[in-house]
Structures are given as C-alpha cells and as structure tokens.
C-alpha cells in the first residue's frame, strides 16, 4: 500500500488545487458583476489567470497522480523510484506555491494560459522530466505490443515537452516580432498541450474501464487504436480552428476545419462500446464511479453539439471572442476532463468509501451536473447576446449591460456548482488522509 | 509494426507541418517598430490580454483591441485616454505618456496587420 501514498498526495494536491480554483473563479465572476470588486488592488487580471491556473493545475497534479497509482499495477513492478516522485511533487507544489505568490504580487508573462513568468516553466519541465523518468523506466513500455492506454500515456508525455517548448519560442524575436506568427504559434502550442493532457486523461479512464468491465481486449482492439490514431490527429493538427480569424495562410484554417472535432466523436464512441460491454458483464461493483463515466458521457455529446458548431468558420467569425468560447473551455474542463478525472478517483477508493461518503459524493455529482448545465447555458447566453449586440454595433459598454442577466445567472449557478464540488472533493480528502494515516 | 509506421508518418507530417506553420505560414509584411516591440513588452507585463482580446484570443471581460487604434470609433486619442485614465472596470495603470505612445503604437500594428491583410 505505502507505494500508492504518493499517487495519493498528488490526488490531494489536486483537490486543493481544485478548491482553490473554485474561490478564485467565482471571484472573477463577481468582478464582472461588481466592477469596482477590489478592482485596483486584485483585479480580473489577477483572479482570472490564478483561477485558470490552477484548475490546469487540479487537471494535472490529479492526472499524475492516478498515473503513478496504476503504472505499478499495470507493469506487474514496483514504482523505479519512490524518491524521484517525492522530489516531483515537492517541486511540483513549489512550482504552484511560486506561480500563484507571482500572480497575487502581479507577476504576469501575458501569455494565455502559461501567465507566469518564463523561469516558472524550467521548473515546470524538470518535474515533467522527473514524471517521465519514473513513468518509463516503471512500464518499460514495447510499443509494438502495449495496450491503447500506454500508447496514450506515451503521447501524452511527448506532447507535453513538445507543446511546452513551443509555447516559449516568443522568447525568441523571431516569433515574438510578428504578431501573426505570435498568436499562431501560441494557440497552436496551447491547443495541442490541451490535446496532451487530454491524451493522459483518456488513457486513465480507458485503463479504468478495462479494470471494471474486466475485458482486457479491449486495449488491444483494432478499433480502440483507430481511435487512438484519430486522437493524435486531432492533437496535431486541429488548433487552427482557435486562431480562424487571424489572417495567417488561410491553408492552417482550412486544416483545421477538415480535421476538426472528431476527437470528441471518438470517446463518445469508446464510452459507449464500454457501456454495451459493462451491460453484458454485468458488473456492478463500481456503481459510483460509472456513473461519472455516464455523466461525462452526456457532457462530451453536449460538448461535441458546440464545437461542431464553433468550428463552422462561418458561425466561429460571430462567436469567437465571445463568453461562447468560455462556455466550450468550461464545458469540457469541467463536464469532461473533471468527470473522467473524479470518475478515476472513484474507481480507485470506491471500495474503500463509507456509505456517508459515498452518499455525499453520489448528491454532490447530481448538484454538479444540474448546476454546470446552468452555468454553461447562461455563458451561451451571454456569448450570444455579445455577439448580436457586436454585430448591431453596439458600444461596448452597451453590450456589457445586455449580459448582465446571463452572467447573474452564471455566477449564482457557479456558486451551486461550487457546493457539488465540495461535496465530493471534502469526502475523497478525508478518505484519502485516514487511508494514508492507516498506511 | 503497422503501428509504428503510422506514427512515425503522422509525427513526420506533424514536423512539416510546423516547420510551415513558423515560416511560410505565419508570414506578415509589416514590421514592427521599435516604440512597438515596447508596447507589446507592457502589454504583456500588465497581462492586458487578461480582459482584452486581440484577434479574439484572451479573457472576456473587456473589448476586443484589434482595431481599437484604427477605428473611427476608437482612435489613437481615445485610446490614450482610456490608458491614462482607465475606465469603469478597466483598472488606471497609471501610465507614463511615453508608455501610453507605445501601447498604442503597439495596437496600431495589431490593427494595421489586420486591415491589410484582411483588405
Ligand atoms: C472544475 C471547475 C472549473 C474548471 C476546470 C474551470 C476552468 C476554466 C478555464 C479553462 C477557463 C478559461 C476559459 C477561456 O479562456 O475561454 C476558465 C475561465 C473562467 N472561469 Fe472557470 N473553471 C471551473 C469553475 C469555475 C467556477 C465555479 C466559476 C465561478 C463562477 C468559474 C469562473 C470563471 C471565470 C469568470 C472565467 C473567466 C472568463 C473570462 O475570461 O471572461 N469557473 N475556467
């Protein structure tokens, strides 16, 4: 057991992530209703990028974590190096620690999404370097043979280095003197990284339904590895739909209009095949953790619905730029990678959790589901809105009394979607600290 | 081994393709000025594109920049004001004029890449 308890600390390290995310989102929400909400001292240019990083930071640090609790089970050894993980993790949370302090004291790079300053990333690629040496050297992966999910992993971690790299080449004039290349370059690393996370979450949840239908072809299957492939595809070459209006060579927008929002097809799909086979098996020893699978399920199609939508570059000229694009990033954080994540966790404690907890975690999923529907439909609302009133020609001031409503009702929903996250993050915490007490 | 094929095409295309995306792709034939290389320097530490979008890209609480300069509407003296002064929510960064010049020389090349290329 003891070699889980650094899975456990970063599934932990997570959920404090997680939490703190939370407050820091529905502050910046309150700025919008609010403007003069700390708006000198602690503005929306300090709460948005804490909040946004660190719900990047529950997405990784939880990924990581289930990862090191089942690359021992999957390899049949024991973790390489109990040590080398502690190292990560503490400099992991150093990392977190130094970003938020930097963000709090406004330390900004300006970039989308990477907003602290530079020197934070080579920190940031020594863990990683330190992840992988601990994921490889564990599974010594044969790629030939290896099942889906180690082949997701894989990508996962190379698109991480990759992506993270070219997310600093505006450190080089080169890039950094052309705005066209800039913006280009810079959604084109922060579309794929995006994709890499996504890779490690789905190779997770992959395991875990293999797990819990016990049908190990499944990560062998033809089909699974077509999928797979498509995936990657997708990581590779589907960014340009973030960048349509940017008048780079129209070739990227056309690229990125064929290749399209077919990645969310695909897990749609595999989800499905898993539902069929889980009937079949009639299995029910993970009741709570397939009903996260089933209501991510829901949220990839809704997801799908939006960004079939968004990609159209006819309908994206009027909704880019606008809280639609919000409502889409949200929608599959949170619906989608948030769901496959604690779907995960559940898998991983399910046996272990007292009727109490279970209970709480089973209401705070329904609370989370019902109130993110809101919260997504009032963004849609008010990127709608934004976008008619733009196109009437309306001031902007203008356009920010039009989505007042909508961003009421965010904020409210955002409040009840903070109370489901509560619930279930507080009853895996406590779970997880007796468990490691108990260790 | 079928797999490994497939991979190995798909990274190598991946390399084209990005090597495209840096030179071709992504040409533009305006440069940027020096007093513009400073704008986008304060643009960036002040994490401007937080609330602002340029070209759509970036957090949604304040208006998208791209023409703000080379609009009617907005206008280089508008801008000064907004930068000088700050707004409702938009905070006073308390700017020094020279600074205040080069943010807008900055959004004027923004703008100009976007009404030549898009002409
Ligand atoms: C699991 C929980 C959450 C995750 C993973 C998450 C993730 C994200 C992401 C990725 C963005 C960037 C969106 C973009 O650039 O388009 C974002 C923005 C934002 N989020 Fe969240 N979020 C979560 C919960 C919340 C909650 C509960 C609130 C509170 C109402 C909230 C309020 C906001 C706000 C105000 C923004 C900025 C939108 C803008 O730029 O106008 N988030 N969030």
């Known amino acids: ?439 | 081994m079928k797999k490994i094929a497939v991979i190995i095409s798909l990274l190598s295309f991946y390399a084209g393709y990005s090597s495209w995306v840096y030179t071709y792709g992504t040409s533009c034939s305006i440069a940027m000025t020096e007093e513009a290389k400073q704008g986008k320097l304060l643009w960036q530490i002040n994490n401007c594109q937080s609330c602002h979008q340029l070209y759509g890209l970036g957090g949604y609480m304040g208006p998208d920049l791209t023409l703000v300069t080379t609009t009617k509407r907005g206008g280089e003296k508008y801008t000064r004001g907004m930068l000088l002064n700050g707004g409702a929510r938009m905070p006073n960064f308390h700017f020094t004029g020279g600074e205040a010049d080069a943010i807008i020389a900055y959004l004027s090349y923004v703008g100009n890449t976007a009404i030549t290329i898009t002409k």
């Open chain 1, 1 to 439: 057991m003891r070699q889980h308890s650094i899975a456990y600390r970063f599934i932990l390290l997570g959920f404090a992530c997680l939490l703190l995310s939370v407050s820091f989102g529905l502050t910046a929400s309150l700025q919008y209703l609010f403007p003069h909400f700390l708006n000198e001292q602690f503005s929306f240019r300090n709460t948005r990028p804490i909040h946004v990083f660190l719900a990047v930071s529950w997405i990784f640090a939880c990924v990581i974590g289930i990862i090191y609790k089942y690359i021992p089970d999957v390899a049949g050894r024991a973790l390489y190096s109990g040590k080398l993980a502690r190292v990560h993790f503490a400099l992991q949370t150093l990392t977190i620690f130094i970003a938020v302090s930097g963000f709090c004291m406004g330390y900004f790079s300006g970039r989308e999404y990477l907003e602290f300053p530079p020197w934070v990333s080579s920190l940031i690629i020594v863990y990683w370097l330190l992840f992988a040496i601990n994921f490889l050297m564990t599974i010594r992966p044969k790629l030939a043979s290896a099942p889906v999910y180690i082949w997701s992993w894989c990508t996962g971690l190379l698109f991480f280095f990759i992506t993270i790299i070219e997310a600093h080449l505006w450190l080089l004039p080169y890039f950094n003197d052309n705005i066209i290349r800039d913006l280009t370059v810079q959604w084109k690393a922060n579309g794929s990284m995006v994709g890499a996370w996504n890779m490690l979450i789905y190779g997770t949840a992959m395991y875990a339904m293999e797990q819990i239908t016990g049908d190990k072809k499944m990560g062998h299957q033809k089909i699974s590895f077509a999928f797979y492939f498509l995936g990657l595809t997708n990581l590779m070459f589907n960014w340009g739909h973030h960048t349509y209006i940017v008048p780079a060579n129209p070739i990227v927008k056309q690229v990125a209009y064929i290749i399209s929002m077919t990645e969310l097809v695909l897990l749609a799909n595999i989800l499905w095949q898993w539902k069929i086979s889980y009937k079949k098996s009639g299995n029910t020893s993970y009741p709570l953790a397939y009903r996260f699978f089933k209501v991510a399920d829901t949220w990839i199609l809704l997801n799908l619905i939006l960004a079939i939508a968004i990609s159209v570059p006819y309908i994206n000229q009027y909704t880019h730029g606008t809280q639609i694009t919000v409502a889409h990033a949200m929608g599959a954080t949170i619906g989608i990678n948030t769901m496959l994540l604690l779907a995960s966790v559940t898998f991983i404690f399910e046996e272990q959790l007292h009727d109490a907890a279970k209970k709480s975690i089973g209401i705070g999923l329904t609370v989370m589901h019902y109130s993110l529907l809101i919260f997504w439909v009032s963004l849609l609302g008010a990127g709608i809105t934004r976008a008619i009133a733009l196109y009437e020609g309306n001031y902007f001031a203008q356009v920010s009394r039009k989505i007042m409503p909508y961003l009421v009702g965010f904020s409210a929903s955002g409040v009840v979607l903070v109370v489901g996250i509560c619930l279930i993050a507080f009853s895996f915490i406590k779970t997880i600290s007796e468990k490691q007490l108990e260790d």
